[in-house]
């Protein structure tokens, strides 16, 4: 309904602020004026608007500053730049502060009718495709795992079936795949979502410390020992412990779960008499189990224990398609973490992300996203906002053939003779290249295109 479409203008000119009133009016907009700036945040702090129609050169507040303040407020109102002083630079430099489209003085009710139109249908695709992301996101995940690789999408199905047994599971994968994630994950679809899921490191700590996280300590059972203390074991008690990084612990410690397993009992460091209980293991490792097996470090009988069922999380280097996923995932993560209102990352930046080769996995990318919203200036990320490892870049030489590159030549080349031929009216000849005034903005600024 266009009468809830809410449009503020902002200029100081008595009789464009009135004239656009009466247009937008006509079309059936809720529309509302301000003679400058600082009482067009006073209305924008009010209520939520949609769109705001803003004069590039007002008296003590400029519009490009005043969209800037009213992207800090109300980032999803839609900014459309109005001016009579009109330069590609001050076009440029308003889109690229997140106006939508530019407007000249002098212009026609026709004109602004098609381009409010045109910005509402944008905006009420953006909210389809918001709502379809969060639906498809949805699809694609296993509580806090996202993928949509197909490969991915098998092992959660997997997951969600053998999470209702009580068979222990050993997860394999690289340093940063997630492994927790999935553990905690079989956990919450198990039959013991209701227990306590208790998380250890065993590669955190020596020997004789594990012993006592794992399994608790009697009072005097060494010298620190000053009370009596419970382990992880007993805590985990009807539901669920996740041993991290099993690989790494002694022959002692191995043998000590090893009786775990099999007797469901143990005993604390320095005590006498066993304690009952029950506790499903998840264990997980980025070691190769098999081959310390075969070379007698890692006990064969507490391995086939273990490995009742195996699960092997991929590399994200192998599924490069959840990049896009992912990374929209941690945006909206660190917007409420950090109460930052950053909407989108850019092509380029994004580009950059899918040709890394992520040699620490999910949790290197959710790293690079999370430094990447802490200096992001603006509501996107951007290439110069990534902190990645140039040796394990891919040769973007390699990814590109020359016959991209000689249909981006031509297209330079074209858009310069039709800018030129048109003596660099932006309108007409985005009109004689069929694509909208942005569009043909952002060409000149990605072939640095400049007027002779």
Not at 262 to 288: H, L, M, W, Y
Not at 312 to 341: A, G, T
């Amino acid at each position: 309904m266009k009468e809830d479409v809410k449009i503020l203008i902002v200029d100081d000119e008595e009789i464009v602020r009135s004239s656009l009133l009466d247009w937008l009016q006509e079309d059936g907009y809720h529309v509302e004026a301000a003679e400058d700036g600082f009482k067009a945040l006073e209305k924008i702090k009010e209520k939520p608007w949609d769109i705001a129609l803003v004069d590039l050169k007002m008296p003590r507040m400029d519009g490009l500053e005043l969209m800037e303040k009213i992207k800090e407020i109300r980032p999803e109102v839609q900014s459309i730049m109005i001016t009579a002083y009109a330069t590609v630079n001050t076009a440029v430099e308003a889109i690229k502060k997140g106006a939508y489209d530019y407007l000249v003085k002098p212009f026609n009710p026709e004109e602004i009718s098609l381009l409010i139109k045109k910005l509402i249908d944008s905006q009420q695709l953006v909210k389809e495709i918001s709502y379809l992301r969060k639906e498809l996101k949805k699809q694609y995940q296993l509580h806090d795992l996202i993928s949509k690789s197909p490969k991915m999408q098998k092992m959660f199905e997997f997951a969600r079936t053998v999470a209702k047994s009580n068979s222990n599971i050993l997860i394999l994968g690289e340093s940063g795949t997630g492994k927790e994630l999935l553990a905690r994950a079989i956990h919450n679809e198990s039959l013991r979502f209701n227990g306590p899921f208790i998380p250890v490191s065993c590669v955190a700590l020596t020997e004789t410390l594990l012993e006592s996280e794992l399994f608790g300590h009697e009072k005097g059972a060494f010298t620190d020992a000053k009370t009596q203390k419970k382990g992880k074991f007993e805590l985990a008690n009807d539901g669920t412990i996740f041993l991290d990084e099993i690989g790494d612990i002694s022959p002692k410690v191995q043998l000590n779960l090893l009786r775990v397993l099999q007797e469901k009992e143990f005993t604390r460091v320095g005590g006498t008499s066993p304690t009952k209980v029950d506790v499903r293991i998840i264990a997980a490792t980025n070691r190769d189990l098999k081959r310390a097996v075969e070379e007698e470090k890692f006990r064969d009988d507490l391995y086939y224990r273990l490995n009742v069922i195996s699960i092997e999380l991929p590399p994200l280097r192998k599924r490069k398609e959840d990049i896009p996923l992912l990374v929209h995932h941690f945006i909206e993560k660190f917007n409420i973490e950090m109460e930052k209102k950053v909407a989108r990352i850019a092509e380029e930046a994004l580009d950059m992300l899918m040709k890394y080769d992520w040699p620490g996995n999910v949790r290197e990318l959710e790293n690079v996203i999370e430094r990447a919203m802490v200096i992001a200036k603006g509501n996107f990320i951007k290439a110069e906002d990534l902190h990645l490892s140039p040796q394990v870049m891919e040769e973007e030489s390699l990814s590109q053939s020359r016959e991209e590159k000689s249909l981006k030549a031509t297209e330079k080349q074209h858009i310069l003779k039709i800018l030129d031929e048109n003596n660099w009216n932006i309108q007409k000849s985005a009109g004689i290249l069929e694509i909208d005034r942005v569009t043909l903005y952002n060409k000149i600024k990605k072939y640095n295109l400049k007027k002779e």
